[in-house]
């Protein structure tokens, strides 16, 4: 490989240990979790059931990486060397993001049929791709926390999912409002901060520091543009959805006052 990079296995045993962690909770702890406090789950056919404890796996590793990207937002000094800076921080949360994105891939292998999810496959495969070169040689570590951030629309983006599944009625508070906390921490977090991450990326191009990442550099691009067109789409989706949930809404509250002047 070109530049002068280093094949670094520090952070391969946290990946490890967090695949396995994920493979367990899936098969036990998510099941016990959800028969103690959401008994009602257990009536649901195995395709759901599949999904339920693999998205309460996916809201784990978004708080926890969430968690690990803002605290090295305040107190890594990342404008010193946005590429080469060494942060523990960041590179172990890259490796747990790493070992979650494995263990959801092969369940979604061995459960095709229950969660053939193209888009999230897309996903999984653009973020191991370029959490895998910071966790092993160590660059570009702000660009990785700064994509990390994210992260923190995934919790209510898998509650709306959770509120539908459950009964929830769409017209209802919790689904209302977590509608508008997802809505807008999803455009804060992935779609307003695309510009700024693009101008990151061109103000360093052609520098020394870029250029001694060797071939790694192509992770910018290439992992980050099949992530963007993902997000965009998504938010699509989810303005179509909001609009849906909106117009419900309107019509429900028609309905309530036609009835009370009748």
């Not at 520090?10 to 028969?35: E, K, Q």
């Not at 070169?133 to 951030?149: I, S």
């Not at 938010?235 to 019509?251: E, F, I, S």
């Amino acid at each position: 490989m070109e530049g002068d990079v280093n094949f670094d296995l520090t952070y391969y045993p946290l990946a490890a240990v967090v695949f396995v962690a994920y493979v367990i909770l899936f098969y036990v702890g998510n099941p016990v979790i959800t028969a103690r406090f959401f008994p009602k789950v257990q009536s649901f056919d195995r395709g759901k059931q599949i999904y339920w404890y693999s998205s309460m796996s996916s809201t784990y590793n978004a708080l926890l990486s969430g968690f690990l990207c803002l605290v090295a937002m305040f107190y890594e000094d990342f404008d010193h060397d946005p590429i080469w800076q060494d942060s523990v921080i960041v590179k172990s949360a890259c490796a747990m993001v790493v070992g979650y994105v494995a263990a959801d891939t092969i369940l979604m292998m061995v459960y095709y049929k229950h969660m053939k999810d193209m888009g999230m496959l897309f996903h999984h495969m653009a973020s191991v791709y370029a959490y895998f070169y910071v966790m092993t040689y160590g660059t570009y570590v702000y660009f990785a926390n700064y994509r990390l951030l994210a992260e923190l629309s995934t919790p209510f983006v898998n509650n709306r999912w959770f509120l539908d599944v459950y009964g929830c009625e769409k017209t209802g508070r919790p689904y209302f409002w977590n509608g508008i906390i997802l809505t807008t921490v999803f455009i804060i977090c992935r779609i307003f901060t695309m510009p700024w991450y693009w101008y990151r990326v061109f103000s360093i191009y052609g520098t020394e520091a870029y250029l001694r990442t060797g071939n790694i550099k192509y992770v910018l691009f290439i992992s980050c543009s099949v992530l963007d067109v993902l997000n965009v789409v998504w938010m699509y989706k989810l303005l179509r959805g909001v609009h849906k949930t909106l117009k419900l809404k309107t019509d429900a509250n028609k309905n309530i006052t036609s009835q009370k002047v009748e």
